[in-house]
Antibody
Framework: QVQLVESGGGVVQPGRSLRLSCAAS????????IHWVRQPPGKGLEWVAI????????YYADSVRGRFTISRDNFRYTVYLQVDSLRTEDTAVYYC?????????????????WGQGTLVIVSS | QSVLTQPASVSGSPGQSITISCTGT?????????VTWYQQHPDKAPKLMIY???KRPSGVSNRFSGSKSGNTASLTISGLQAEDEADYYC??????????FGGGTKVTVL
């Protein structure tokens, strides 16, 4: 079955960096777009970034563009989120999510499968 | 990328129907049929409930239905059950392969 496992979170000082990982299994990884979505403690969801199946297209939320970089290694079945110049408002659980596919199509505009999330706390 | 507007809370008794609205603009909800809905129970990852405005993934109860009119999308839960108590989020394409979520609605089953 589809599995996504995030890692790499932790406590970090403002201005520092982290690299989050999303390890996938149970599906043909190189044929699916992957998103990152975050959720500050006790608050709502915020879309962060998407990477296309082959890694050639990447898009970001305004709030992270220029500071976050999404990438993928289709041989390692892993997506990464490099988070630089961290701010206190970046404190959140970071989820990776795979696009949803029904019997006919795949929908990059959807988050069909989610990992359990990894918590990033930005604090001095 | 503005947040879509959802009511903070909606409640209903078991067996009743409730509707959650999700209001955006002509740049997101009104311009794309890529509206999705997610259910999130406490300390759990979100779950896809509706995609492309009104389609239901296999395994999601047919008590959940989605629709859209103009800049507002809606999620209706019919025959409300105790396990439906959760937070619900809408999401829409916002152009240029970006996406925007609603602020979330807490559903309480009385």
């Amino acid at each position: 079955q589809v599995q996504l496992v995030e890692s790499g979170g932790g406590v970090v000082q403002p201005g520092r960096s982290l690299r989050l990982s999303c390890a996938a299994s149970g599906f043909s990884f190189g044929t699916h777009a992957i998103h990152w979505v975050r959720q500050p403690p006790g608050k709502g969801l915020e879309w962060v970034a998407i990477i296309s199946s082959d890694g050639s297209n990447k898009y970001y939320a305004d709030s992270v563009r220029g500071r976050f970089t999404i990438s993928r290694d289709n041989f390692r079945y892993t997506v990464y989120l490099q988070v630089d110049s961290l701010r206190t408002e970046d404190t959140a659980v970071y989820y990776c999510a795979r696009q949803f596919c029904d019997t006919l199509n795949c929908y990059a505009e959807s988050f069909g499968y989610w990992g359990q999330g990894t918590l990033v706390i930005v604090s001095s | 990328q503005s947040v879509l507007t959802q009511p903070a809370s909606v409640s209903g008794s078991p067996g009743q129907s409730i509707t959650i609205s999700c209001t955006g603009t002509s740049s997101d909800v009104g311009n794309y049929n890529f509206v999705t809905w997610y259910q999130q129970h406490p300390d759990k990852a979100p779950k896809l409930m509706i995609y492309e405005v009104s389609k239901r993934p296999s395994g999601v109860s047919n008590r959940f239905s989605g629709s859209k009119s103009g800049n507002t999308a809606s999620l209706t839960i019919s025959g409300l059950q105790a396990e439906d108590e959760a937070d619900y989020y809408c999401c829409s394409s916002a152009g240029s392969s970006t996406f925007v979520f609603g602020g979330g609605t807490k559903v309480t089953v009385l």
